[in-house]
């Protein structure tokens, strides 16, 4: 095959067998790579109400179609499974270099199944793969077993791997790739239930393309694009994502409000935190850089380096969290990455706990003895580290918000802003959320949101985009386009920028408005004739399939729902709110070919090649409502 590897590892951790198989023809190009290939290989769960801790869940970790491949920005993983935080689709894209060298060693995806006895790593040098002994890893942070399986395998492997919090099957661990880099929403948990320790990975061989020379061509005008482009060199490049603190409004004490600019606190502005800033980084083959590199300036852990330090977790374990020491969120940050944890549904989690406890809804008694009062960031700082270790009221912080609401009662739930489990804070009716509410993993900033808005992007591009309709006023149709090129990064690869832009998720989207250069590169790649109408069908299959797939969680549209503060939601405005947005929701259904509970219509499946996803609901449906994922927590 070109631009595909054109390989398949199946891992079954029970029998500690592996078998290598060919990648169908028709499934790569109906859903590509990555994203893709994820969602129809976990749409073969029989059971996906099933405990996601359970043996049968399965891993599926895929690379994008232009990994491995001279196109700039494009050495994205994802990594997807059956979330043990939400009960639904659980998937992460991540950087890095694992994606490049998987695509190297000649692997399209890999499919992880069953439970290893004891603890086990998986090493794979090209086409040569063993199970290893994981024991003296157990109980290891990510940043040590990176150094460890570098040493004993060579400085030019990947690894990605998980942290005791994954061990510990705290539900907000995250896959970790190089130490830095997390592929979050629910992931590493799983991993500790199947004791995967990590993956290291290497690979030498060459991603054959179907026409070198013209994708050759097309890559490199792309990236003199972006190398001049104001948004990449001027705003990525110098703060990546904390270029968002001062323009994106971070949610305050568990999104009391949204703070403008002047309200940022001075120690979290993102030149302030450039002071402490000694490098910069990048994932494989990109030029913009968008991480910075930093030690922290003072504290427990001074003088300690960390990498990619992002707006997420400013907001979600800073600001949001009442917390506004930049070295404390640092040194958060840094046990973040080295137990293997999501800062955005840990620190989202964390702030839920705070609202209840300064609401008087828990105390000290239910904290252990933690002092959780706004700006008291020692007590976080100690309550980040026992989630990781699953101990004392860190344990219940590692189930996420949804679920320790539901543990709490006493109408904790009202002060949870989530979407399926998952929190973006609160907005009123409209574009985000909308998108929050309809994104199939839960509420979620890149499945479209940033791009429906037009926000971040290059003034020209964008000018053309709005011309020819892309983005509107219209938030459903801008957002149905929006979703389309967001799911296709996830397919291809392709990095969607520090600072979400249309530029970076769509490769020549400058050049050739919309899909039509993407097309041009995955025709020269594959030797398969693409055009830009059949991309935008198979982003429509993926999302049919995702919506189908979740449906058989127990999702309807009772969980497309609009967060709302119980003082609004009680009042006569709050209750308007929920019905524009109810009416907003009921239009993306009908201009997608969705059902009033938010299915793909039979019809729709059929054309896009889904029968069995047809056959699916009409033999499994219905099935007991959505209610997070199972509570097997003393």
Same mark, same amino acid.
């Given at each position: 095959?070109?631009?595909?590897?054109?390989?398949?590892?199946?891992?079954?951790?029970?029998?500690?067998?592996?078998?290598?198989?060919?990648?169908?023809?028709?499934?790569?190009?109906?859903?590509?790579?990555?994203?893709?290939?994820?969602?129809?290989?976990?749409?073969?769960?029989?059971?996906?109400?099933?405990?996601?801790?359970?043996?049968?869940?399965?891993?599926?970790?895929?690379?994008?179609?232009? @990994?491995?491949?001279?196109?700039?920005?494009?050495?994205?993983?994802?990594?997807?499974?059956?979330?043990?935080?939400?009960?639904?689709?659980? !998937?992460?894209?991540?950087?890095?270099?694992? &994606?490049?060298?998987?695509?190297? &060693?000649?692997?399209?995806?890999?499919?992880?199944?069953?439970? &290893?006895?004891?603890?086990?790593?998986? #090493?794979?040098?090209?086409?040569?793969?063993?199970?290893?002994?994981?024991?003296?890893?157990?109980?290891?942070?990510?940043?040590?077993?990176?150094?460890?399986?570098?040493? +004993?395998?060579?400085?030019?492997?990947?690894?990605?791997?998980?942290? =005791?919090?994954?061990?510990?099957?705290?539900?907000? &661990? @995250?896959?970790? $790739?190089?130490?830095?880099?997390?592929?979050?929403?629910?992931?590493?948990?799983?991993?500790?239930?199947?004791?995967?320790?990590?993956?290291?990975?290497?690979?030498?061989?060459?991603?054959?393309?179907?026409? /070198?020379?013209?994708?050759?061509?097309?890559?490199?005008?792309?990236?003199?694009?972006?190398?001049?482009?104001?948004?990449?060199? %001027? $705003?990525?490049?110098?703060?990546?994502? #904390?270029?968002?603190?001062?323009?994106?409004?971070?949610?305050?004490?568990?999104?009391?409000?949204?703070?403008?600019?002047?309200?940022?606190?001075?120690?979290?502005?993102?030149?302030?935190?450039?002071?402490?800033?000694?490098?910069?980084?990048?994932?494989?083959?990109?030029? $913009?850089?968008?991480?910075?590199?930093? /030690?922290?300036?003072?504290?427990?852990? /001074?003088?300690?380096?960390?990498?990619?330090?992002?707006?997420?977790?400013?907001?979600?374990?800073?600001?949001?969290?009442?917390?506004?020491?930049?070295?404390?969120?640092?040194?958060?940050?840094?046990?973040?990455?080295?137990?293997?944890?999501?800062?955005?549904?840990?620190?989202?989690?964390?702030?839920?706990?705070?609202?209840?406890?300064?609401?008087?809804?828990?105390?000290?008694?239910?904290?252990?003895?933690?002092?959780?009062?706004?700006? %008291?960031?020692?007590?976080?700082?100690?309550?980040? @580290?026992?989630?990781?270790?699953?101990?004392?009221?860190?344990?219940?912080?590692?189930?996420?918000?949804?679920?320790?609401?539901?543990?709490?009662? /006493?109408?904790?739930?009202?002060?949870?802003?989530?979407?399926?489990?998952?929190?973006?804070?609160?907005?009123?009716?409209?574009?985000?959320?909308?998108?929050?509410? =309809?994104?199939?993993?839960?509420?979620?900033?890149?499945?479209? +949101?940033?791009?429906?808005?037009?926000?971040?992007?290059?003034?020209?591009?964008?000018?053309?985009?709005?011309?020819?309709?892309?983005?509107?006023?219209?938030?459903?149709?801008?957002?149905?386009?929006?979703?389309?090129?967001?799911?296709?990064?996830?397919?291809?690869?392709?990095?969607?920028?520090?600072?979400?832009?249309?530029?970076?998720?769509?490769?020549?989207?400058?050049?050739?408005?919309?899909?039509?250069?993407?097309?041009?590169?995955?025709?020269?790649?594959?030797?398969?004739?693409?055009?830009?109408?059949?991309?935008?069908?198979?982003?429509?299959?993926?999302?049919?399939?995702?919506?189908?797939? %979740?449906?058989?969680?127990?999702?309807?549209?009772?969980?497309?729902?609009?967060?709302?503060?119980?003082?609004?939601?009680?009042?006569?405005?709050?209750?308007?709110?929920?019905?524009?947005? +109810?009416?907003?929701?009921?239009?993306?259904?009908?201009?997608?070919?969705?059902?009033?509970?938010?299915?793909?219509?039979?019809? #729709?499946?059929?054309?896009?090649?889904?029968?069995?996803?047809?056959?699916?609901?009409?033999?499994?449906?219905?099935?007991?409502?959505?209610?997070?994922?199972?509570?097997?927590? !003393?």
């Amino acid at each position: 095959m070109y631009g595909w590897a054109g390989k398949v590892l199946h891992v079954d951790l029970t029998s500690r067998g592996w078998q290598i198989e060919p990648l169908c023809v028709e499934e790569a190009i109906n859903f590509i790579g990555g994203r893709g290939l994820n969602i129809k290989k976990l749409f073969e769960i029989r059971n996906p109400k099933i405990n996601p801790f359970d043996a049968q869940n399965i891993i599926c970790i895929a690379p994008g179609l232009f @990994s491995g491949t001279p196109l700039g920005m494009s050495s994205r993983l994802h990594v997807t499974t059956l979330s043990c935080l939400t009960g639904i689709i659980g !998937d992460g894209n991540v950087g890095g270099t694992f &994606a490049h060298c998987l695509k190297k &060693a000649g692997f399209d995806q890999i499919v992880i199944s069953g439970k &290893a006895q004891k603890a086990v790593y998986l #090493l794979i040098e090209n086409q040569n793969v063993k199970i290893c002994d994981a024991t003296d890893l157990w109980g290891k942070d990510v940043w040590a077993i990176t150094d460890i399986l570098k040493q +004993r395998h060579g400085r030019d492997i990947s690894v990605a791997g998980i942290g =005791v919090a994954g061990e510990k099957l705290v539900r907000v &661990a @995250s896959t970790m $790739v190089d130490k830095y880099a997390s592929a979050s929403r629910g992931s590493g948990g799983v991993w500790g239930s199947k004791r995967l320790k990590a993956i290291a990975v290497k690979g030498t061989a060459r991603v054959e393309l179907y026409n /070198k020379k013209k994708f050759i061509s097309l890559s490199s005008a792309d990236g003199k694009f972006l190398a001049n482009d104001t948004v990449q060199k %001027n $705003v990525a490049s110098v703060y990546g994502s #904390l270029y968002g603190i001062m323009n994106w409004q971070p949610g305050f004490r568990n999104s009391a409000k949204s703070l403008l600019s002047h309200e940022i606190p001075e120690e979290l502005t993102p030149d302030a935190l450039k002071k402490y800033e000694t490098g910069r980084a990048g994932c494989r083959n990109c030029s $913009v850089k968008c991480k910075n590199v930093y /030690k922290i300036p003072s504290g427990r852990r /001074k003088g300690e380096q960390g990498e990619g330090l992002e707006y997420e977790c400013v907001y979600c374990l800073g600001t949001n969290c009442g917390i506004e020491d930049a070295s404390a969120v640092m040194e958060m940050a840094n046990l973040s990455d080295m137990h293997g944890m999501d800062v955005v549904s840990l620190g989202n989690a964390i702030a839920f706990a705070k609202e209840l406890f300064n609401k008087g809804i828990i105390t000290e008694k239910e904290t252990g003895g933690l002092d959780l009062t706004w700006k %008291n960031a020692e007590a976080q700082l100690q309550l980040v @580290s026992d989630t990781a270790y699953a101990r004392g009221f860190g344990r219940m912080i590692g189930q996420g918000m949804f679920v320790m609401a539901k543990m709490i009662g /006493k109408n904790a739930m009202n002060y949870c802003y989530h979407v399926k489990g998952l929190s973006r804070g609160l907005h009123p009716a409209g574009l985000f959320s909308l998108a929050h509410a =309809v994104s199939t993993r839960g509420a979620d900033h890149l499945r479209g +949101r940033s791009w429906a808005a037009g926000d971040n992007s290059d003034e020209a591009v964008l000018s053309q985009l709005k011309k020819e309709g892309v983005v509107s006023n219209d938030p459903v149709s801008s957002l149905i386009i929006a979703e389309q090129a967001t799911t296709l990064a996830d397919c291809f690869g392709r990095c969607k920028g520090a600072v979400n832009t249309w530029t970076a998720a769509v490769p020549l989207v400058w050049k050739y408005p919309l899909f039509k250069g993407l097309a041009q590169l995955a025709s020269a790649a594959t030797g398969k004739s693409f055009s830009e109408q059949e991309l935008k069908k198979i982003a429509q299959r993926i999302s049919a399939l995702e919506r189908v797939f %979740n449906a058989l969680c127990g999702i309807t549209h009772k969980e497309d729902r609009i967060p709302q503060n119980p003082d609004i939601s009680a009042s006569p405005e709050g209750k308007k709110e929920r019905s524009v947005h +109810r009416a907003l929701v009921q239009k993306y259904y009908s201009a997608c070919e969705y059902d009033r509970n938010g299915i793909p219509e039979k019809h #729709l499946l059929q054309s896009l090649g889904l029968e069995f996803a047809a056959d699916a609901i009409e033999s499994r449906l219905p099935v007991k409502d959505w209610d997070g994922p199972k509570i097997d927590i !003393d």
